[in-house]
């Protein structure tokens, strides 16, 4: 089992920068492929980024590709969003989550476990 903590998020300005960390406890978070998902306010759950289990392959979707990184450091137990060129339509609570499937997913029935989500609000 696997608990995950996301931090980072805040307040910014559009064009600004953050970066968010989600932090996994237990020793099995290596066996587990990472994703960030947001959800903004009346709107479904969508697909921010995912990585595989060493980190080898990313996959994003398409509102973010080129401006958003998805990262992890397993020595660390923690995954990373670095979102760069941030965008009012960005705002939204980002949650990270995790599953033990092999191949990347952006369907959010297929991760196993999520954080609570941290709160990214974007100004004009």
């Known amino acids: 089992q696997v608990q995950l903590v996301e931090s980072g998020g805040g307040l910014v300005q559009a064009g600004d920068s953050l970066r968010l960390s989600c932090a996994a406890s237990?020793?099995?978070?290596?066996?587990?492929?990472t994703g960030w998902f947001l959800q903004a306010p009346g709107k479904e759950r969508e697909f921010v980024a995912a990585i595989t289990r060493d980190g080898g392959t990313t996959a994003y979707g398409d509102s973010v590709k080129g401006r958003f990184t998805i990262s992890r450091d397993n020595a660390k137990n923690t995954v990373y969003l670095q979102m760069n060129g941030l965008e009012p339509e960005d705002t939204a609570v980002y949650y990270c989550a995790a599953g033990t499937f092999i191949y990347l997913t952006r369907d959010a029935r297929r991760y196993d476990y999520w954080g609570q989500g941290t709160q990214v609000t974007v100004s004009s």
């Open positions: 237990g020793r099995a978070f290596p066996a587990y492929a």
